[in-house]
């Protein structure tokens, strides 16, 4: 079982950056972050192992950065240059079944609740 955390969600204007943490009660094997705009479905953006191997949309490649502190648990996505279609809410996500840089979402068994991300002029 594994309980996530995230927190770092806003408002913000276009072109400004923010840094989303995810923090796990425990270590998983892989962590992605996974973000649903209003209205559309959700996909994932960027997933990270625990041996720091990393996987991009790439739709979001070049402006986002995931990164974690295995001592701390904590998971990070980096999102510079936002604009107005990264509005939406942001998921932590985490397996403990294996490593992997699949971006699906049902490869993940454990969510976390979600942090808000509001891009507007």
């Known amino acids: 079982q594994v309980q996530l955390v995230e927190s770092g969600g806003g408002s913000v204007q276009p072109g400004g950056s923010l840094t989303l943490s995810c923090t796990a009660s425990?270590?998983?094997?892989?962590v992605g972050w996974f973000r649903q705009a209003p209205g559309k479905e959700r996909e994932g953006v960027a997933v990270?192992?625990?041996?720091?191997?990393?996987n991009y949309a790439h739709s979001v490649k070049g402006r986002f950065t995931i990164s974690q502190d295995n001592a701390k648990k904590t998971h990070y996505l980096q999102i510079n240059s936002l604009n107005l279609e990264d509005t939406g809410m942001y998921y932590c996500?985490?397996?403990?079944?294996?490593?992997?840089?699949?971006?699906?979402?049902?490869?993940?068994?454990?969510w976390g609740q979600g942090t808000q991300v509001t891009v507007s002029a």
């Open positions: 990270i192992t625990k041996e720091g191997r990393t």
């Open positions: 425990t270590y998983a094997l892989t």
């Open positions: 996500a985490a397996t403990l079944r294996w490593l992997t840089l699949s971006l699906y979402d049902n490869d993940f068994e454990y």
